[in-house]
Structures are given as C-alpha cells and as structure tokens.
C-alpha cells in the first residue's frame, strides 16, 4: 500500500539558517504530493503541493521538488523565521486499493526556531 | 467565508459517556474527513464521506460513528467513550480536481479527554 516516511524531529535551528525536511514515499500510479503545516493550537493547513513528477511546489519561501526516480519530496527553505515554529506534515493523495483516491500523511516534523 | 468549523472546542468526558462532535464546511465540497492526532502518530483517518449521505470507514473507525445528513454537516459520534479516546480531532473537508489532486481544508480541532 500507499505510505510516507518523514524525518523524525523535533528539529530546532536558529534564526537564518537553512532547513530540509526529508520526506520519501512509496505509492503505485501517479500522486499528488503536499506539505501541510500545523501552526499552535490550529488546525493543518496546505503549505504546497505538487502533481506530477519533476513539479516544484512554493510557498512562503519553502520549496520542494517531486522527485520520482528517488520517490522523494523534500521541504526546503533557505533563511527559517521564529514565526516558522510549527509541525510540518508530508502527504500524498494517490489511487487506493478500493478505488478512488485517498491522503496518507506522515507522522510530522516538530521545527523550532530560535532567535 | 468561515471554511471548516467544529464544536465543541474542548471537553471533557467520563467512561462511558456519549458526545456528538460537529463539523460544518461553507465550500460546498462533496468531500469530508475525521481524523484523530496523537503524539508521536501524525493523523489517522477514523471515517470519511464522499457526498451527502454517504460515509465509509477509515484507518481506525471502531468506537466512533459518523452521518453526513446534509452536504455541509459532518458529525462524528462517540457512543460510550474511553480513556484511549483522549485525543485531539480535526474535520476536514476537499474537493476533487480532474487529476485527482486531494488539498484538505482543516477546522481547528476539538480537544477531548476521557477520564
């Protein structure tokens, strides 16, 4: 079956510096691929997305390419803020064993910035 | 535009008690979701619907039960709870894009404990 497997944190990193969040997944067919991020106290909401192989998603300065050949979609951004402090989720939406389609998310990433 | 609501908030319940969690979306989306989010275990899928008066089990859906009567309503129903019910629960609802893509919108949760 469909699955997703993302860097365990939690990941602390100060203020400026670079992050990377592993995610690799193992799907059959064609997924759509997604970061969520869960700000304190709220619900998940969608970072960006990407559809297809070789897709760059963006969003508020954070990056991630769909890599099909190494079944990755690493989350990237080059200067974290203290306002980045949240749990970042990796996703994927693909075709299910019962049709249809169905999102499987990781266990998420807990970042912290410091000033 | 609201998006996606739920009540309560918070609450609190004694073994085997019974309780109704609401969940509203304003979007129209033919899509709705239940999860329930524990540390350390990302978001686990308990019951969806794909249109109103239809809903179907997810990942871990013994203990709950769930009606989607109107298309902009998705309760979810715990019939006597448990202490291993102590979590919290996010509704979601999606709609469906002709590739399949799946982006979630999230409520903002309701946080239940179960002495």
């Known amino acids: 079956g469909n699955s997703v497997t993302q860097m365990e944190g939690p990941v602390t990193l100060s203020e400026e510096a670079f992050l990377t969040i592993n995610c690799t997944y193992t799907a059959t067919g064609y997924p759509s691929l997604f970061w969520y991020v869960q700000y304190p106290g709220e619900g998940l909401q969608l970072l960006l997305k990407?559809?297809?192989?070789?897709d760059k998603g963006s969003n508020k300065g954070f990056e991630a390419t769909y890599r099909k050949e190494t079944t990755s979609f690493h989350l990237e951004k080059g200067s974290v803020q203290v306002s980045d402090s949240a749990v970042y989720f990796c996703?994927?939406?693909?075709?299910?064993?019962?049709?249809?389609?169905?999102?499987?998310f990781g266990a998420g990433t807990r970042l912290f910035v410091k000033a | 535009n609201a998006g996606v609501t739920q009540t309560p908030k918070f609450r609190v319940l004694k073994t085997g008690q019974s309780m109704t969690l609401l969940c509203a979306q304003d979007m129209n989306h033919e899509y709705m979701y239940w999860y329930r989010q524990d540390p350390g275990m990302g978001l686990r899928l308990i019951h969806y619907?794909?249109?109103?008066?239809?809903?179907a089990k997810g990942e871990v859906p013994d203990g709950y039960n769930v009606s989607r009567l109107k298309k902009q309503n998705f309760l979810l129903g715990l019939e006597s709870a448990a202490p291993s019910q102590t979590s919290v629960y996010f509704c979601a609802s999606s709609y469906r894009s002709s590739v399949g893509t799946d982006t979630q919108y999230f409520g903002p949760g309701t946080r239940l404990t179960v002495l």
């Open positions: 996703a994927l939406s693909g075709s299910s064993n019962t049709g249809g389609f169905k999102t499987i």
């Open positions: 990407a559809t297809k192989a070789d």
């Open positions: 619907s794909v249109g109103e008066g239809t809903t």
